[in-house]
T-cell receptor, first 120, second 116 residues
Framework: AQKITQTQPGMFVQEKEAVTLDCTYD???????LFWYKQPSSGEMIFLIY??????QNATEGRYSLNFQKARKSANLVISASQLGDSAMYFCAMREGYRYSTDSWGKLQFGAGTQVVVTP | DTGVSQDPRHKITKRGQNVTFRCDPISEHNRLYWYRQTLGQGPEFLTY????????KSRLLSDRFSAERPKGSFSTLEIQRTEQGDSAMYLC??????????????FGPGTRLTVL
C-alpha cells in the first residue's frame, strides 16, 4: 500500500505567489516524522522542513511552512513568495516508528513528487 | 564543511557487467543510506548502516546487490550482472543518527547508472 500520496503531478505558480503542495500519508504507528525535500534538475535532494507526529505546532523554515493536520493525515507544504529558483520536484517523505523501534526508524518512504514550475 | 559525495556521478555499462559506486558521508554522521530513484518516481529505500553494521535491507533488493561500510566511514554499493532494469539514479544519504524523529538525512548528488 502506498504510504505517501502526492496527488499533484505538476503545478505552475507565478513568481511572488504562494503555493501549496499536497501530501497525505498512511501509518498506524503513533510515532513518525514527515519531511519535505526539493530536487532541482541537478538531481540532489535538498532537505526543506520536518514535522514530528508529536509536535504541537506546525513547522516553519523561512519561506516554507508545513500545514500539519494529524486527524486527516495530511502534511501539506506551503511555499510563500515563490521565486524562480523554487522550480523543482518536491517530495514528501515519512519515517515511522522512531520513538519505540530503533531498527525501523531509519528509512524514509517517499511520495511520487510534485513538479513545480515558477513563472515570471 | 563538505556534504555527502558520491563517485562516479555517471556510469554507463553493458548488461552483465559489475559496477561499484562509492559514497562518502558527512563526517561524524553515523548513519548511511542508499536509495534508488527511477525516472518520475520518488527515491526507494535500498539499505542503511549504523556505523559499519548493516541494519536493514529492502526486500526489493535482489542478491545481485551488495553494500558495505567497512570502517563505518565511506560505503560502496555493488551491482553484479547488471540488467537494464537497474538503470536508475542511486542516491546516498547520511545522518547523525539521533535517537528521535529529527534525525535528518542529507543526500549526495547521486550516481546515474545507465545499463545498455
Amino acid at each position: 500500500a502506498q504510504k505517501i500520496t502526492q496527488t499533484q503531478p505538476g503545478m505552475f505558480v507565478q513568481e511572488k505567489e504562494a503555493v501549496t503542495l499536497d501530501c497525505t500519508y498512511d501509518t498506524s504507528d503513533p510515532s513518525y516524522g514527515l519531511f519535505w525535500y526539493k530536487q532541482p534538475s541537478s538531481g540532489e535532494m535538498i532537505f526543506l522542513i520536518y514535522q514530528g507526529s508529536y509536535d504541537q505546532q506546525n513547522a516553519t523554515e523561512g519561506r516554507y511552512s508545513l500545514n500539519f493536520q494529524k486527524a486527516r493525515k495530511s502534511a501539506n507544504l506551503v511555499i510563500s513568495a515563490s521565486q524562480l529558483g523554487d522550480s523543482a520536484m518536491y517530495f514528501c517523505a515519512m519515517r515511522e516508528g522512531y520513538r519505540y523501534s530503533t531498527d525501523s526508524w531509519g528509512k524514509l518512504q517517499f511520495g511520487a513528487g510534485t513538479q513545480v514550475v515558477v513563472t515570471p | 564543511d563538505t556534504g555527502v559525495s558520491q563517485d562516479p556521478r555517471h556510469k554507463i555499462t553493458k548488461r552483465g557487467q559489475n559496477v561499484t559506486f562509492r559514497c562518502d558521508p558527512i563526517s561524524e554522521h553515523n548513519r548511511l543510506y542508499w536509495y534508488r530513484q527511477t525516472l518520475g518516481q520518488g527515491p526507494e529505500f535500498l539499505t542503511y548502516f549504523q556505523n559499519e553494521a548493516q541494519l536493514e535491507k529492502s526486500r526489493l533488493l535482489s542478491d545481485r546487490f551488495s553494500a558495505e561500510r567497512p570502517k563505518g566511514s565511506f560505503s560502496t554499493l555493488e551491482i553484479q550482472r547488471t540488467e537494464q532494469g537497474d538503470s536508475a539514479m542511486y542516491l546516498c544519504a547520511s545522518s547523525i543518527g539521533l535517537a528521535g524523529g529529527t534525525d535528518t538525512q542529507y543526500f549526495g548528488p547521486g550516481t546515474r547508472l545507465t545499463v545498455l
